[in-house]
């Protein structure tokens, strides 16, 4: 059965550093896209970041951008997001995903994967 199992998360002053795990099992996620979403309090959910399966290729969402870094593990099938400079507006439940290389979805809209994890909670506070 696939599964995304994310791990890392927690309660963290503003400015502090947290990385994210994703631990990928039951498909071939080495050959998948993969990224993170988040969706914070009364708000829709919102793509953050995504790599490629080579690991060549990411897009970051305007938001995180020279903050973030995503990155990947294919052996051991597991993706990181290091997250610097934490601010409060970055306060979410940040979520694993995972694509198909034939998903023909918008790399930022949902629909775009097929894989999700359950999610782990990122607070950050003033």
């Known amino acids: 059965q696939a599964q995304l199992v994310e791990s890392g998360g927690g309660l963290v002053q503003a400015g502090d550093s947290l990385t994210l795990s994703c631990a990928a099992s039951?498909?071939?996620?080495?050959?998948?896209?993969m990224g993170w979403f988040r969706q914070a309090p009364g708000k829709e959910r919102e793509f953050v970041v995504r790599?490629?399966?080579?690991?060549?290729?990411?897009k970051y969402a305007d938001s995180v951008k020279g903050r973030f870094t995503i990155s990947r593990d294919n052996a051991a099938t597991t993706v990181y997001l290091q997250m610097n400079n934490l601010k409060p507006e970055d306060t979410a439940v940040y979520y694993c995903?995972?694509?198909?290389?034939?998903?023909?979805?918008?790399?930022?809209?949902?629909?775009?994967?097929?894989?999700w994890g359950q999610g782990i909670q990122v607070t950050v506070a003033s």
């Open positions: 039951g498909r071939a996620f080495s050959g998948y896209f």
């Open positions: 995903v995972a694509g198909t290389p034939w998903n023909t979805g918008s790399y930022y809209t949902q629909d775009g994967y097929e894989y």
């Open positions: 790599i490629s399966a080579s690991g060549q290729w990411t």
